[in-house]
């Protein structure tokens, strides 16, 4: 498992997360990641084509 990271919502999409908004990643497995939403729920999404950013890419940011 890669070492813990965040990643950034890009914008143009709409839904119960924030665009431009930065995520702790509390998991992840290379492919999938886990976030926890603006709702206080945790999540399950997709590096690319995530369905929770209406298809969009996800953004990673690595920590300085």
């Not at 890009?10 to 431009?20: I, M, V």
């Not at 998991?27 to 709702?39: A, H, P, Q, S, Y």
């Amino acid at each position: 498992m890669e070492k813990q990271f965040k990643v950034k919502a890009p914008e143009g999409f709409y839904g119960h997360l924030t665009p431009n908004k930065i995520y702790d990643v509390i998991w992840n497995d290379g492919v999938l990641f886990k976030i926890t939403d603006d709702e206080g729920s945790k999540i399950h999404c997709l590096f690319k084509k995530c369905a929770h950013i209406n298809g969009n890419n996800w953004i990673k940011v690595n920590p300085k």
